[in-house]
């Protein structure tokens, strides 16, 4: 099994203060243009078949529209994780065949609780409008985006969450629920904000569950996946391994590449290795460090299979 997806970082800048986030932290660095494009043509001469553009915030990055362009060309599956704030409605235009899936990571519908967890008054405004551009776009571009509502579950969302319901219901988009992780620079500061009470993570379980009967058709996850956030709450040790390592090689704007999203280490640099070395990218499976839901998950957009270990490239 060999890593698929590169999860690149264009720049070292947020324009949100989210509460469970210490990116926002980082001073700015622009990285010129030219550095990604010989970045895309390396990752396709090896064995890249897709690249996700996230961390920090994205659009934040003025060449982002013609970066996405280009890695379609390349025939690379194309992914944006994003904010929604900065997104500019004619480039996206000119864009949006391009791209095969973009995130919103939308924590709540109620604008006093997306407010409150991104610390910022004009997010929620700003992500639903451009939401609904891009809904919109894609309806009349006819294009087969795939629009998908990122909820990081948390103190502040646990016993709100299903409000995002709405808006998949409004806009035709996908729902995936994430749990909040206390490491390394995600964050690890301010427990109390983030973690629930045993009576919250009971209250959790039943709406999660519930709303896993009822709505699985919006969920991008299994029952399986909701599971594991439960535990993962209620502080059980959680034992299925880890399915990243073998797929995900995580990139920041220096062309570093960390060891995975539990860890800041760096295995190496694809710049003074000329590449991606696969053997370096060998790691334990049974690491329990981090509970994203993907790392554990089936992999919807690439096809990879848990269970059978095999991957196909999904071409929906
Ligand atoms: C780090 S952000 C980068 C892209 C963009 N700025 C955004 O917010 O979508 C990617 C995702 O990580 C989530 N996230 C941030 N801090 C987290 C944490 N401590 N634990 C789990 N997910 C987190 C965000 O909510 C977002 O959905
Ligand atoms: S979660 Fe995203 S939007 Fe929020 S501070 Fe972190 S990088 Fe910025």
């Given amino acids: 099994m060999e890593r698929y997806r590169a999860y690149l970082q264009l720049t070292k800048a947020c324009n949100a203060q989210c509460k469970m986030c210490d990116f926002w932290k980082n001073e700015k660095e622009v990285f010129e243009r030219d550095h990604f494009f010989r970045l895309i043509d390396l990752l396709v001469s090896e064995w890249i078949k897709g690249i996700t553009f996230w961390w920090w915030e994205?659009?934040?990055?003025?060449?982002?529209?013609?970066?996405?362009?280009?890695?379609?060309?390349?025939?690379?599956?194309?992914?944006?994780?994003?904010?929604?704030?900065?997104?500019?409605?004619?480039?996206?235009?000119?864009?949006?065949e391009y791209i095969d899936e973009i995130l919103f990571s939308i924590d709540s519908w109620i604008e006093s609780v997306h407010n409150k967890i991104r610390w910022k008054s004009f997010i929620y405004k700003k992500a639903v409008s451009n939401l609904a551009h891009i809904s919109e776009l894609r309806k009349t571009l006819n294009t087969k985006l795939q629009i998908i509502i990122d909820t990081t579950l948390q103190k502040d969302n646990f016993d709100t969450f299903e409000t995002v319901l709405d808006l998949a219901k409004e806009y035709n988009t996908k729902i995936n629920f994430d749990p909040v992780q206390l490491i390394w620079y995600w964050n690890n500061r301010e427990k109390n904000w983030l973690t629930l009470s045993e009576d919250e993570s009971f209250i959790l379980e039943k709406r999660l569950l519930n709303f896993w009967k009822k709505n699985s058709f919006y969920l991008l996850q299994s029952k399986d996946s909701i599971k594991r956030i439960i535990r993962y709450f209620k502080g059980y040790k959680i034992e299925d391994y880890c399915t990243s390592l073998n797929k995900d090689v995580l990139i920041d704007p220096s062309w570093d590449v960390l060891k995975c999203w539990g860890s800041s280490e760096v295995v190496y640099n694809i710049f003074e290795n000329k590449g991606i070395k696969k053997d370096k990218l060998k790691m334990d499976q049974s690491c329990y460090s981090c509970w994203f839901t993907h790392v554990r998950d089936d992999d919807y957009f690439t096809g990879y299979s848990v269970t059978n270990d095999v991957f196909e490239w999904n071409t929906y």
């Fill in 58 to 96: 994205p659009f934040l990055y003025e060449h982002i529209y013609d970066l996405i362009k280009y890695a379609k060309q390349k025939d690379l599956n194309t992914e944006i994780i994003t904010n929604g704030t900065v997104i500019d409605k004619e480039k996206i235009k000119d864009s949006i």
